[in-house]
C-alpha cells in the first residue's frame, strides 16, 4: 500500500507536449517498476477511457486513468511539465499530471487510496506543495500522506456569524457523484461539493458511486436532507430514495469546477418549492412555480439515458452471441451446415465421431442463442428501473420470441417493462407493502401488463416489421447492398467504439438473433470495416515513418494486432491527436470495406474474432480482399493529407511531431 508511489514514478521536469506523450513518458516508468506488463495495451485503455470525457480539470490538473487488464498492481505516476499539456480543461494546459493505473479486479482498499488522492486534489495547499517541491521522494511521500510536516489542524470553533439564526438548523444537502470508470472524478466530485458546502455553511452530504465501494446514505440523512444534488456520468443506483426532493442533475464534472453553484441552484429550488418527483429513470417532474415539468437538463439527459438503456441491454446480450455464435460456426466447419438438423446429442452421441462433436457444438451454441432476446429485453428494463424490472423484462423477451417478433420485439420489451415497473414506482403504497413491492407486487404486476401487451397489443405489428427487415436484408443485392455497406462502414470508423459504432454493431449483433443470409452478410460488413482503422494506421506509420510522431509510431505497432482483432479502437489515439486528417480517411476505407464486403456476398455468424475467424467466413478470399482494399484507401488518403501539412524539415526525427494540428519542433540545445 505505501509503496502505490515512489520516486521513480515522480518525473519532475517533464517534457511531453501532448497528452498522449505524457501518457506514454509516465507509462514507462510504471513498466520499468514493474507495476505495467504491456506498455501499449495499457496505453490503449488510458487513451479509450480519455475518449470517454477529458480528464482535465481547472486549477491545472491532469488525470488520466483507467482500469486494465495490463495493470499488476493499483500505482500511481507524477509528472510535473513547465510548458503545461492540454488535458481538455476549461482553464487551460495542466502542469501537474497523475496517471493512476488500478488493475481490472482491484479491490476496495487499493481503490480507496486512489480515492484519497483524487479528494486531496481539491487542497489548494496540497497542489501548490506539489508545485513547489524539488525531490522526487519528497514529493512521492506527500502523494501518499507522509510528509511529516503536515501536522493536523485543529478544527475551528464554529463563530456567531456561521449560525445561520439561532437555533436553527443548516441548510442540508445530500448528494451523489459518479463517474463510468469510479476512480478519480467520483471522488473529486464529492470532495468539490463538500469543500464548497462548508464555505457556503450548508451541509453537504456525499454518497460516492465509485469503484471503492457503494455505501449508501444513511436513510435519516436523506430524510432530513432539504436539497439533492446528482453530480453523475453513470446511472444511479436505487434512486427512489431520493423523491419528493428539489433535485438538481448534472454531470460529474460539473460537480468539481462549479459546486458553489449547484449548491446554489438546490437553495433556490427548495426555496421556491420545487419538489422533485424523483423516478427510476433518473429524471424528475418540478413542481411549485409554474415552470411545467422537469428542468431542462433533465429533458436534455433523455436521449442520452435512453441511449444507455438500450447499450445496457445489447452489452448483456453480446456474450450470449459471442459464445454461441463461435461454438455454432465451429460447427458448420467441423460438420457442414447439415449439423443444423442433427439429433439431439442427449440421445445419439458417440466420442469418436467428429459429426457428434460437431452436433454438440451447435446444440450448445443453439442453446446460448436462445437467451439472446430476452437477456437484450430484461437488461434493458434493468438498466431503466433496476432488479424489480429483471422479471417483467425477460417474460417479454420470451414472449417476443413466441409471436416471432424477434431483436426488434426484444427491444420494445425491454422499453415496455422498464415504463411499466417505473410507473407502478410512483404510485403511493402504505408503508406496510413497501417491503413485498419490489420482490412480489411489482414484478407479478409488471409481468401481466407486459405480457398482455406483447401477446395481444404489439407483438404481431412488431413480429411483421422484423420480418419485413428480414425479407429487404435477404433481398438485398447489386447497388442496395453496396450502399449499405457503405452506410455501415461508415458508421463503424466514424467514432471508433462511440454510439455510431455501437449502434451499427448493435444492428447486425441483433441479426445473429435469427440468423438469415441477409443479417450473415451484415455482420461480415460491420466486422470488416470495424478492422479498417487500426490496421490502416498501422500501415501508415511503417511506410511514411517520418510523418509520425515516435510515440504514434510505436502505436502502429499495436494496432497491427487490436486491427487483426477487430479491436477499432485501437485506432483512437490517432484520430486523438489529429481528428481532422485521421477521420475522413478511415470512414472513407471503412465505406469502401463494407462496399465491397456485401458486393461480395460474404457472411459471418460469429460477431467478433477479426482475422482469427476467417476460416468461419463464406467468402474468405475476397472478404479479405475487401479489408486490404478499404485498409489501403485509408491510408493512402492519412498519408496524403498529413503530408500536405508537414511544415517540420526532413531532419527532425523523433522529435518531430507532425501528426497533430498544433505541431512543434523541440530543438535541443
Known amino acids: 500500500m505505501s509503496e502505490l508511489i515512489t520516486a521513480e514514478l515522480v518525473d519532475l521536469d517533464l517534457s511531453a507536449v501532448t497528452k498522449d506523450a505524457a501518457a506514454r513518458s509516465l507509462a514507462e516508468r510504471m513498466v520499468a517498476a514493474h507495476r505495467v506488463t504491456d506498455l501499449d495495451g495499457f496505453l490503449a485503455d488510458v487513451a479509450a477511457r480519455e475518449a470517454q470525457m477529458p480528464t482535465g480539470l481547472d486549477g491545472g490538473i491532469g488525470i488520466p486513468h483507467c482500469r486494465s487488464e495490463h495493470v499488476s498492481a493499483p500505482t500511481l505516476a507524477f509528472g510535473r511539465s513547465a510548458a503545461g499539456i492540454d488535458f481538455g480543461a476549461a482553464d487551460g494546459p495542466a502542469d501537474l499530471i497523475f496517471l493512476i493505473a488500478a488493475p481490472a479486479g482491484a479491490d476496495d482498499d487499493h481503490l480507496t487510496i486512489l480515492s484519497a ?48 439564526a439561532a437555533g436553527s438548523a443548516p441548510f442540508r444537502i445530500v448528494a451523489v457523484t459518479s463517474c463510468p470508470t469510479g476512480i478519480a472524478h467520483t471522488y473529486m466530485a464529492a470532495e468539490s461539493l463538500a469543500a464548497a458546502g462548508r464555505a457556503e455553511g450548508v451541509e453537504v452530504t456525499v454518497e460516492t458511486q465509485g469503484s471503492a465501494g457503494f455505501k449508501k446514505l444513511d436513510p435519516a440523512v436523506v430524510a432530513a436532507a432539504d436539497a439533492v444534488i446528482w453530480a453523475h456520468d453513470v446511472e444511479v443506483r436505487e434512486k427512489d430514495r431520493f423523491r419528493g426532493k428539489p433535485l438538481v442533475d448534472v454531470g460529474v464534472k460539473a460537480g468539481i469546477n462549479r459546486p458553489a453553484e449547484l449548491i446554489a441552484e438546490a437553495r433556490r429550488k427548495a426555496e421556491r418549492g420545487e419538489i422533485a418527483a424523483v423516478s427510476e429513470d433518473g429524471g424528475s417532474t418540478e413542481s411549485g412555480d409554474g415552470d411545467g415539468g422537469g428542468s431542462g437538463a433533465d429533458h436534455a439527459h433523455f436521449g442520452v439515458r435512453l441511449r444507455t438503456y438500450l ?32 439429433k439431439s446429442v442427449a440421445d445419439h452421441f458417440v466420442w469418436g465421431e467428429a459429426d457428434s462433436w460437431a452436433a454438440l457444438l451447435n446444440q450448445i451454441g443453439s442453446a446460448a442463442f436462445a437467451f439472446l432476446v430476452p437477456v437484450l429485453a430484461g437488461y434493458i428494463a434493468y438498466g431503466m428501473a433496476d432488479r424489480p424490472a429483471l422479471v417483467p423484462g425477460f417474460v417479454g423477451g420470451a ?126 460488413a460491420v466486422m470488416a470495416a470495424g478492422m479498417v482503422p487500426p490496421l490502416a494506421m498501422a500501415l501508415a506509420t511503417t511506410v511514411r515513418r517520418k510523418l509520425f510522431t515516435k510515440t504514434e509510431r510505436e502505436n502502429g505497432r499495436a494496432a497491427w494486432v487490436l486491427g487483426a482483432s477487430f479491436i477499432t479502437e485501437g485506432a483512437i489515439p490517432f484520430a486523438a491527436a489529429d481528428p481532422l486528417r485521421v477521420i475522413p480517411s478511415v470512414m472513407a476505407g471503412g465505406a469502401v470495406t463494407g462496399a465491397l464486403s456485401m458486393a461480395f456476398g460474404a457472411t459471418l455468424r460469429a460477431p467478433h474474432g477479426g482475422v482469427f475467424v476467417v476460416p468461419l467466413i463464406g467468402e474468405p478470399f475476397l472478404y479479405l480482399l475487401a479489408i486490404a482494399a478499404g485498409t489501403l484507401v485509408a491510408t493512402a488518403l492519412v498519408v496524403l493529407l498529413k503530408g500536405a501539412r508537414r511544415t517540420a524539415p526532413e531532419g527532425a526525427g523523433d522529435a518531430e511531431p507532425t501528426g497533430s494540428d498544433d505541431s512543434r519542433v523541440t530543438v535541443a540545445a
Open 117 to 164: 488522492l483524487a479528494r486531496r486534489l481539491m487542497d489548494p495547499e496540497f497542489t501548490a506543495a506539489l508545485r513547489a517541491g524539488t525531490d522526487p521522494g519528497a514529493v512521492a511521500a506527500l502523494i501518499r500522506g507522509e510528509d511529516p510536516t503536515d501536522e493536523p489542524e485543529p478544527e475551528p470553533e464554529p463563530e456567531e456569524d456561521d449560525v445561520t
Open 311 to 342: 447499450m445496457s441491454g445489447v452489452s448483456y446480450m453480446v456474450p450470449f452471441v459471442a459464445a454461441g455464435g463461435l461454438l455454432i460456426a465451429l460447427s458448420f466447419a467441423i460438420g457442414g451446415y447439415e449439423i443444423a438438423s442433427a
Open 399 to 524: 414472449i417476443a420470441l413466441t409471436v416471432n417478433a424477434g431483436f426488434l420485439g426484444g427491444l420494445v420489451a425491454g422499453l415496455l417493462a422498464g415504463a411499466v415497473v417505473m410507473a407502478i414506482q410512483r404510485v403511493p403504497v402504505h408503508a406496510t407493502l413497501r417491503g413485498i413491492m419490489p420482490v412480489l407486487v411489482i414484478p407479478l404486476i409488471a409481468s401481466a401488463v407486459v405480457g398482455f401487451l406483447m401477446f395481444i397489443v404489439v407483438g404481431k405489428p412488431i413480429a411483421s416489421l422484423q420480418n419485413a427487415l428480414t425479407d429487404w436484408l435477404n433481398g438485398l443485392s447489386g447497388s442496395n447492398a453496396v450502399i449499405l455497406g457503405v452506410v455501415l462502414g461508415l458508421m463503424m470508423c466514424f467514432d471508433m467504439g462511440g454510439p455510431l459504432n455501437k449502434v451499427a454493431y448493435a444492428f447486425a449483433v441483433g441479426g445473429l438473433a435469427d440468423p438469415t443470409d441477409g443479417s450473415l452478410k451484415v455482420m461480415a
